[in-house]
């Protein structure tokens, strides 16, 4: 029965993650180089709001990984970019990518717009709070970057080499993803997670917020997963606040971000990421 359950999530997900990878790698083969063409355009934008709207955009459009990210900002900020354009990016690409984006869609098609709205809404915020709070003041330290890094690398791979790569680092995860997934189903009661989630509205956002710190591992990976605690009862908001949450406390993104930040700035990020995770959640599960 679980090997029948597993191969069914198999068969539901592998579209989705397949057409995740596909677009991603050609968007970093064939994009990279315009997407920080058009960044460092905004810097000259007359108008306030519509350059961090499209820096937030072009922050999700980008499937770099925060490793991949942190040289660009790095570069970016050497050339004078304002930190405003910067942090929107910055925020955005944590939040979503388009293979993420591509497999939120297993969970339903307003859960990914939802995703969308939100990932693009927190790049945004990001930027306006830092139009204000850090004015006067310097949020990214890229001091310790060499002075080579001012010029983003152009993409040498190619688009196969780049779509294996992908494939490699994200099927583990996956599959590692939808074992926990089947086991849940096989062994957990439904009942548990009503009783954690679909009663208790405030609590369930900050259970989900919490769980996000040590389940949330790979993006993909997490998707079979949240997939069966919708199933079983948890709230839309309560599966937001974890996918809005889990990339920016992911380790991996933590260590990235922290090359940037003093250890000041790096609280203040995490504390903006996760109480906006929070608040959306809240809002959600008010609204639906």
């Known amino acids: 029965m679980l090997t029948n359950s597993f191969w069914l999530q198999i068969r539901m997900i592998a ?79 944590i939040l979503l990518n388009p293979n993420i984006l591509f497999l939120t869609f297993v969970l339903g098609i307003h859960i990914a717009l939802i995703r969308l709205g939100l990932s693009f809404l927190g790049g945004i915020l990001a930027g306006v709070l830092v139009s204000f709070l850090f004015r006067e003041k310097i949020l990214f330290s890229l001091e310790r970057f060499a002075a080579q890094d001012t010029k983003p690398a152009k993409p040498q791979k190619k688009f196969f080499s780049d779509l294996f790569k992908a494939f490699r680092i994200t099927a583990p995860y996956l599959v590692f993803g939808i074992a926990l997934a089947v086991l849940f189903d096989g062994y957990i009661p439904s009942a548990w997670i009503s009783g954690m989630f679909g009663a208790r509205r405030g609590l369930g956002v900050l259970f989900a917020t919490t769980l996000a710190i040590p389940l949330y591992v790979c993006g993909g990976g997490t998707i079979p997963l949240i997939n069966a605690w919708m199933r079983a009862g948890m709230g839309t908001g309560d599966a937001m606040a974890f996918m809005l949450a889990g990339p920016a406390v992911k380790i991996t993104n933590l260590s990235a971000v922290k090359m940037i930040f003093s250890t000041k700035n790096f609280v203040f990020y995490l504390i903006y990421c996760i109480v906006f995770a929070m608040l959306c959640g809240l809002i959600i599960n008010v609204i639906l």
């Open 15 to 93: 579209p989705y993650w397949a057409g995740g990878l596909i677009a991603g790698s050609l968007v970093s083969v064939f994009l990279s180089e315009k997407i920080i063409g058009k960044i460092a355009a905004l810097a000259s934008g007359r108008f306030w709001l519509i350059p961090l709207c499209a820096a937030s955009l072009l922050g999700i459009v980008s499937p770099l990984c925060m490793y991949g990210t942190v040289p660009i900002i790095a570069a970016l900020g050497k050339k004078g970019i304002p930190q405003r354009l910067l942090a929107s990016f910055m925020v955005s690409s």
